[in-house]
């Protein structure tokens, strides 16, 4: 392999921070094939230098700088999480040449311009296809669909709540479900952001800002928290044939688009109906291209670092 070799740093190291750093443990070859050339993991900045982690041997730092001032490393994949100091690591890293990955919906939807224009101004990329569905690929997806008029997204883009809510239809208290899906590594680090809906609201800003080719800004999305639903609620959906999940909806009028995210009826034999654990489902009518529809694992470590890694590959083959 005759072309340059890429550097890359990782900060924070958890779920998704561990996951990617096992990753390039266990198929560094494969990596570099898809990549045509070699791209190597030099670091991971982390809190807790004393925690013990499964993350493939990375090297470990807790000075973020470290890994951003290093002349070897090209490309940042930030797994923090947060609006700070997540924000301001990314802003450093293209103002010391070097491309940004993100699984972080959070700082991409509120910082959208002013991030995409620090891309814009280093000459290098921000990717952040683990930021809405985990594995599924659906920001590739929106993105070939520059020619079609959006008419209604609607979807399941938080794999807590759904979990929850299928843990619900079997008795399961909403505390319980809560600890169990923080437990398998899909909530965020304060699942407020789950079950209050913020996750989502993040989720749909990007997703609508893709399709609109500007801002729309996460505060216009209207949130319901999930916190209102327990089992007694899930079995009378059940009793009318329906079930609860935590929906996502833009609807792309002439005026105005609209968005929302809580908990609603969908039918049970429904694709949201029938996703439970960490699924995700999105589907998109628009005029030219009927109903398109994505889904699988939204969540968790692994199908995480599947997207990050893709975005990682993508920036080693466009890079001369
Ligand atoms: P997490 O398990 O809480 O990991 C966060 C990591 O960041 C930890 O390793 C923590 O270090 C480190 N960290 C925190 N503050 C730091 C600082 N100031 N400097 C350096 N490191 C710092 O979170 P996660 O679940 O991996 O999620 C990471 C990001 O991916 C979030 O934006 C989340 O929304 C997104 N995401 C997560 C999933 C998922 O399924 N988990 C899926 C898609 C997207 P310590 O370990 O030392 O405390
Ligand atoms: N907490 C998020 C979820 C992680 O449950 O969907 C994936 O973005």
């Given at each position: ?162 979990y929850i809510c299928s843990q619900l239809e079997q008795g399961v208290s909403f505390?319980d479900a809560l600890?169990e899906a ?52 899930a ?41 439970g ?44």
């Amino acid at each position: 392999m005759t072309a340059k070799p890429l550097g890359i740093g990782i900060l924070g190291l958890g779920t998704v921070g561990s996951a990617v750093g096992r990753a390039f443990a266990d198929r560094q070859k494969r990596l570099d094939a898809a990549a045509g050339r070699t791209v190597r993991l030099l670091g991971a900045a982390v809190r807790d230098p004393k925690k013990a982690r499964d993350a493939g041997g990375v090297p470990q730092t807790t000075d973020p700088f470290a890994i951003l001032d290093d002349p070897a490393i090209g490309l940042v994949i930030e797994v923090i999480g947060g609006h700070q100091p997540a924000f301001d690591l990314q802003l450093a890293a293209f103002e010391r040449g070097k491309h940004v990955v993100t699984a972080n919906k959070e700082v991409v939807a509120k910082e959208w311009d002013t991030l995409h224009e620090a891309a814009r101004l280093a000459h290098r990329e921000l990717r952040f296809e683990a930021a809405v569905g985990g594995a599924v690929p659906v920001i590739r997806g929106l993105r070939e669909l520059q020619a079609v008029r959006p008419q209604v997204l609607k979807g399941l883009l938080n794999g807590t709540t759904t979990y929850i809510c299928s843990q619900l239809e079997q008795g399961v208290s909403f505390d319980d479900a809560l600890a169990e899906a923080q437990q398998k590594g899909y909530a965020e680090a304060d699942p407020t952001n789950d079950v209050d809906g913020f996750d989502a609201a993040y989720k749909l800003s990007i997703l609508v800002s893709l399709l609109e080719g500007r801002h729309f800004r996460p505060e216009q999305v209207r949130r319901t928290s999930l916190r209102s639903i327990g089992p007694a609620e899930a079995a009378a959906a059940a009793s009318r044939g329906m079930r609860l999940r935590y929906l996502a909806v833009a609807d792309f009028g002439e005026k105005a688009t609209k968005a929302r995210v809580g908990p609603e009826e969908v039918p049970a034999d429904s694709l949201e109906g029938r996703a439970g654990g960490p699924t995700n489902v999105i589907s998109l009518e628009s005029d030219m291209a009927a109903t398109l529809v994505w889904s699988g694992p939204g969540a968790g470590g692994d199908a995480t670092a599947s997207a990050i890694l893709a975005d990682v590959i993508a920036i080693a083959r466009g890079m001369r």
